[in-house]
T-cell receptor
């Protein structure tokens, strides 16, 4: 079964700073990556997805994907206290049923 | 409306007793998933329905059952709860061709 490893486990950044989160899959068949954000007491919600090599930017959030190394990273610039949450990375293979496999997550705290 | 609802939100069960958790979605999604989440662990996929077809993960095949009497509704059934079943159970739904999961807020099961 594929494993999804996330690092760091926890991260503290000052308000206005840059947060960088990492995710790697051990399954060479993985094609798709998603980043989900889960605020305390709430359900996970998809933040960004990336399926092709390269970079994708949405507002303060940028996600990178290197398919050769099966590594994706999420960067949050100008971090806000409201960004404090658990960030989950998920990966799945293409074709047939999607069966997203999740990592343990990175707990981000943005302090004012 | 992108709501996935789960009931009950909290469930206390005795060892050896059955547990039934319920999930519903109104987005007409063809796929519904059940994940088990324990503290400091990644969400673990237990099973999913694509339309009326049930797919159970190999290592949880005999421990969990499920039914999907219609497109909107999916249940997770534990025939005889053990202490190791204490966890948060997350239901999610998606359209097969997008892979993006929409999560409910979870059912927290405590087995005593």
């Amino acid at each position: 079964q594929q494993k999804v490893q996330q690092s760091p486990e926890s991260l503290i950044v000052p308000e206005g700073g840059m947060a960088s989160l990492n995710c790697t899959s051990s399954d060479r068949n993985v094609d798709y990556f998603w980043w989900y954000r889960q605020h305390s007491g709430k359900s996970p919600k998809m933040l960004m997805s990336i399926f092709s090599n390269g970079e994708k930017e949405e507002g303060r959030f940028t996600v990178h994907l290197n398919k050769a190394s099966l590594h994706t990273s999420l960067h949050i610039r100008d971090s806000q206290p409201s960004d404090s949450a658990l960030y989950l990375c998920a990966a799945s293979t293409a074709g047939g049923n999607y069966k997203p496999t999740f990592g343990k997550g990175t707990s981000l705290v943005v302090h004012p | 409306d992108t709501t996935v609802k789960q009931n009950p939100r909290y469930k206390l069960a005795r060892v050896g007793k059955p547990v039934n958790l319920i999930c519903s979605q109104t987005m007409n999604h063809d796929t519904m998933y059940w994940y088990q989440k324990k503290p400091n662990q990644a969400p673990k996929l237990l099973l999913f329905y694509y339309d009326k077809i049930l797919n159970r993960e190999a290592d949880t095949f005999e421990k969990f059952q499920s039914s999907r009497p219609n497109n909107s509704f999916c249940s997770l059934y534990i025939g005889s709860a053990g202490l190791e079943y204490s966890a948060m159970y997350l239901c999610a739904s998606s359209r097969q061709n997008t892979g993006q999961l929409y999560f409910g807020e979870g059912s927290k099961l405590t087995v005593l």
